[in-house]
């Protein structure tokens, strides 16, 4: 027999198969965890996001409809959680520190193709932090837009679900995120072949 689906988990948790959600949570707890992390940029304000997505799922799991799937009605809770974490925050955005964890994995994709070239390690280093910072300047809209389609690789039909927008303001997003981002780029003195 086959790995049951998200709804099959959804409903043998709802009949009070708690290992059935703890699966759920093992098949979308580092996605979620990735996606608080490029929007609230902290590791423990990420994990706390992370662990009360599940909690509030778990406690509204009578309440889930199946109109959405599973995956994007957590996302959808994860994402809520998230903008709720920065409007409380309610201080200025911080500069990109040089050893913001977002950079490495970034720099690890380009590693391979670039082989250990020192000055090319040093100036996707500098791109990639550019580029961070670049996305923290991003209004949270734009921003939770760009993470979902171009960090984590969702559609736009999915991400038009879990932002609950029509695709076509999720395709708006994405190239006006795009644009305001080579614009940074282009301002820290990289061409506009970096975006």
Partial sequence: MGKPTDRE????????????????????????FRLAFHLVRTGAE??????????RAYQALD?????SEPFT???????????????ARKTKRDAVPADDPRIEPLLAEHRSSH????????????LTKALC???DKLSDTLRTTLVLVCIDGMGHEEAARVLDCPEGTVAWR????????R???????FGGDAA
């Fill in 183 to 189: 614009e940074h780029l282009e301002k820290q003195g």
């Fill in 133 to 135: 910072e670049g996305i």
């Fill in 115 to 126: 082989g250990s070239d020192p000055a090319r390690i040093a100036q996707d280093r500098q």
């Fill in 46 to 55: 990420a994990e706390d996001v992370t662990q009360e997505t599940f909690v």
């Fill in 63 to 67: 309440r889930f409809d199946g109109r």
């Fill in 174 to 181: 994405v190239h006006e995120a795009r644009r305001k981002l």
């Fill in 73 to 87: 009605w957590l996302y959808r809770i994860a994402v809520n959680l998230s903008l709720n974490t920065i409007r």
């Fill in 9 to 32: 988990l959804v409903e043998q948790a709802r009949a009070g198969n708690a290992q059935a959600f703890g699966t759920l949570v093992q098949r979308y707890q580092r996605r979620i």
